[in-house]
C-alpha cells in the first residue's frame, strides 16, 4: 500500500540552526501538506501546496519557513533559524482530491530544539 | 477564528458497548468533516468522512453530520479495547486547501 514517509524520524538541535525535514508523498497525489503538533497540543495546519507553488499558509507558518519540491517526488520543509518554540511533531500529508477526499499523514518527525 | 470544538475527554466505556464522540464547529460554511484516530506518538489516521447532512456507516463507525447545529459525531459500535486511541474532529474551512483540527477526544475501552 502506498505511503508518505518522513525523514528523519527525530532530530535534535540547537536553537538557531537550521533544520530540512524531508518527505516523499504518495507518487500521483497532487496536494502537499505540512502539519504540526506541539506535545499535548492540537494537530495545527502549516502550509499547503499544490501546482508547485504555495495555495495556503497559516500565521505559523512566517518567514523562517519556507517549503520545496525539489525533483518532482520530495517534499521538504526548512527551518531557517530553530527556536525553542518550534520543538514539535512535524506531520506531511498528500491527497490526490486536497481536503475533498482523503489525506494520506507520514508518521511524523519529531523535532527537539535544544 | 475558525475552529472546531471536542470535549477532551477521557471518554471511557465498557468493551462492547457505543462509544460517541461529539464535535462542533464554528464556520458555517465548511462543507467537508473528517475524523482522524490518532494512538498516542503516531500520525492521525482517517476513520471516516462525512459531506452531507444525515448518517453514514462504515463497518462498526457511523458519523453524523447536522450542518444547521453545526456538529458532527463518530459512533463506534462493538468498541474494543484496540479503538483506545485520542479521535480528532476536523473540518475544511474557508478553502479547499486546509483542514482544521480538533483538541481530540481521549476513548478509552475498559476490557
Known amino acids: 500500500e502506498p505511503e508518505v514517509t518522513q525523514t528523519p524520524s527525530h532530530q535534535v538541535t540547537q536553537m538557531g540552526q537550521e533544520v530540512i525535514l524531508r518527505c516523499v508523498p504518495i507518487?500521483?497525489?497532487?496536494?502537499f501538506y505540512w502539519y504540526r503538533q506541539i506535545l499535548g497540543q492540537k494537530v495545527e495546519f502549516l502550509v499547503s501546496?499544490?501546482?508547485?507553488?504555495?495555495?495556503?499558509k497559516s500565521e505559523i507558518f512566517d518567514d523562517q519557513f519556507s517549503v520545496e519540491r525539489p525533483d518532482g517526488s520530495n517534499f521538504t520543509l526548512k527551518i531557517r533559524s530553530t527556536k525553542l518554540e518550534d520543538s514539535a511533531m512535524y506531520f506531511c500529508?498528500?491527497?490526490?482530491?486536497?481536503?475533498?477526499?482523503?489525506?494520506?499523514f507520514g508518521e511524523g518527525s519529531r523535532l527537539t530544539v535544544l | 477564528q475558525k475552529e472546531v470544538e471536542q470535549n477532551s475527554g477521557p471518554l471511557s466505556v465498557p468493551e462492547g458497548a457505543i462509544a460517541s464522540l461529539n464535535c462542533t464547529y464554528s464556520?458555517?460554511?465548511?462543507?467537508?468533516f473528517f475524523w482522524y484516530r490518532q494512538y498516542s506518538g503516531k500520525s492521525p489516521e482517517l476513520i471516516m468522512f462525512?459531506?452531507?447532512?444525515g448518517d453514514k456507516e462504515d463497518g462498526r463507525f457511523t458519523a453524523q453530520l447536522n450542518k444547521a447545529s453545526q456538529y458532527v459525531s463518530l459512533l463506534i459500535r462493538d468498541s474494543q479495547p484496540s479503538d483506545s486511541a485520542t479521535y480528532l474532529c476536523?473540518?475544511?474551512?474557508?478553502?479547499?486547501?486546509?483542514?482544521?483540527f480538533g483538541s481530540g477526544t481521549r476513548l478509552l475501552v475498559r476490557p
Open positions: 500529508a498528500s491527497g490526490s482530491e486536497g481536503v475533498n477526499g482523503e489525506l494520506f
Open positions: 507518487s500521483n497525489h497532487l496536494y
Open positions: 501546496f499544490y501546482n508547485n507553488e504555495i495555495s495556503e
Open positions: 464556520d458555517r460554511g465548511s462543507q467537508s
Open positions: 462525512i459531506y452531507s447532512n
Open positions: 476536523a473540518g475544511e474551512m474557508d478553502s479547499s486547501y486546509k483542514l482544521i
